[in-house]
Structures are given as C-alpha cells and as structure tokens.
C-alpha cells in the first residue's frame, strides 16, 4: 500500500520561503518518478516540478523552487524560495512508476493529501 505525506505548508509573506516535505512508504523514491502540482482556488492543477535523477520545472518556478529527494529518508523536497502570492495554492506530492512520463496529473499513479501554502 503506497503512502505519501506531506507536510511543511503555512503562511509566509511575499520574498519568503517554505519547505514542503513527502514522505514515502510502500514506494522507493530513488527508483522513480516523484512530482508536485499544485491548484490555486478555482482554477485547475499545474505540475510544478518533477524528478526521477534530475529536476524538471514549471517555467513560473524556474529559479525560484528547487526539488530534491532524500533517498535515505525516502522523502522528496521542495524548496520554495522568493515566493510570491500566485505560488498559493494547495500542493499536492504525486508519484508514478518508474521513469517521467508526462506532466499531466493522470499520468501519476499515487497522491498524497496535500498541504497548503499561502503567501500574501
């Protein structure tokens, strides 16, 4: 049964930073691709950033976010750096089997909860 979890969502005030942290089981996060998306109220869900070896970024985030995985900890990161109040929205860790294939949220197997981020 595969879980995700994330965590490290909150409010933050525009220039600032958060966190965001998805925890893994019944997955490996080293031998596969991971992905945040994100959906603002309204509006529908975009993919931010993925990573199977290498990132792979929304061009809104370019320079801005940086997603990592921890593989010891079997845990993928985003780094969400300058942020801005269009970066608010729910964000959700996604994982699918194997390599990147696709941006489209259907293309992704596995889904955590989400976590929210505002930035005002």
């Known amino acids: 049964h595969v879980q995700l979890v994330e965590s490290g969502g909150g409010s933050v005030q525009a220039g600032g930073s958060l966190r965001l942290s998805c925890a893994a089981s019944?997955?490996?996060?080293?031998?596969?691709?991971m992905g945040w998306f994100r959906q603002p109220p309204g509006k529908e869900g975009e993919m931010v950033a993925r990573?199977?070896?290498?990132?792979d970024y929304a061009d809104s985030v370019k320079g801005r976010f940086n997603i990592s995985k921890d593989n010891a900890k079997n845990t993928l990161f985003l780094e969400m750096n300058s942020l801005k109040p269009e970066d608010s929205a729910l964000y959700y860790c996604?994982?699918?089997?194997?390599?990147?294939?696709?941006?489209?949220?259907?293309?992704?197997?596995?889904w955590g909860q989400g976590t929210q981020v505002t930035v005002s």
């Open positions: 996604a994982a699918q089997n194997g390599w990147c294939r696709g941006t489209h949220p259907s293309s992704y197997n596995y």
């Open positions: 019944g997955y490996t996060v080293s031998t596969n691709c």
């Open positions: 990573m199977f070896l290498v990132g």
